[in-house]
């Protein structure tokens, strides 16, 4: 089945300069945090972490996932609520666990939008699109360093959404090296979030280094 719409960018990262720089591309759709990328930044507290979100808003107009920490049902739905109140682009990351899919419920029949996160396997990607999930983030890279193939995993989900009509949109998390982003376009992720290395690695090929230098050199000769 050939689906119309082009695989969004995200970056993976906390870090406000990473950000910046890969908005200034102007490629950018949105931003993936976590616990370990924002404790990275040194964010640190309640007030901290929401002024960090509140700037990343104002950097990127995009969905910008922001993770609750909370594992039980009633903290998830706390969290969740005054993340979500920082600015309406905020996607709340929810862990996949049992207390997170009722929380995903929860959250899609307030109008709350959120991003499922720690997947790895298509039955876990199925119940958060049937919580209405509005992302699953199935994490490649993890699947890769574990043996298997977390691209097949990208293509399995993005198989099932579409022949059973899921509109939850597979983000690819877990990116390590540019081939993972051409490898997922091709499998058809709505979404590949990146750290900016891959993205940057993108741009790369000898070829067009040296096809450039010598058009530079030729161009002299044309001054
Ligand atoms: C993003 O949503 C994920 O939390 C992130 O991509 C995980 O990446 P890692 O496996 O490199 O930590």
Redesign the pocket.
Same mark, same amino acid.
């Given at each position: 089945m050939i689906q119309k719409f082009s695989m969004k960018f995200?970056i993976?990262t906390a870090n406000l300069a990473q950000i910046k720089e890969a908005n200034e591309l102007g490629i950018l759709d949105g931003v @993936? @945090?976590?616990p370990? /990328?924002m404790a990275k930044e040194g964010i640190k507290g309640e007030a901290a972490i929401i002024n960090h979100y509140k700037a990343i808003c104002e950097l990127v107009d995009g969905d910008i996932?922001a993770?609750v920490i909370a594992t039980d049902f009633a903290g998830i739905v706390e969290e969740g609520k005054k993340l979500a109140a920082i600015h309406k682009n905020i996607v709340v990351?929810v862990p996949m666990i049992k207390d997170g899919i009722k929380a995903i419920k929860y959250f899609s029949d307030a109008g709350i939008r959120t991003?499922c @996160? /720690?997947v790895f396997s298509a039955g876990q990607a199925i119940l958060a699109a049937k919580a209405g999930a509005s992302y699953v983030?199935p994490?490649i890279?993890?699947i890769d360093?574990s043996g298997w193939d977390g691209v097949q995993l990208i293509e399995q989900i993005v198989h099932i959404f579409s022949i059973q009509g899921f509109k939850t949109e597979v /983000?690819a998390?877990?990116?390590?090296f540019p081939n993972h982003i051409i490898r997922c376009a091709e499998a058809g992720a709505h979404v590949c979030?990146?750290?900016l290395d891959s993205i940057l690695g993108l741009l790369k090929h000898p070829l067009t280094d040296i096809g450039l230098a010598k058009f530079l050199e030729d161009a002299k000769k044309t001054q």
């Open positions: 995200f993976d @993936t @945090t976590n370990s /990328l996932s993770e990351k991003n @996160t /720690l983030s994490f890279g993890r360093d /983000l998390a877990s990116i390590r979030t990146c750290p």
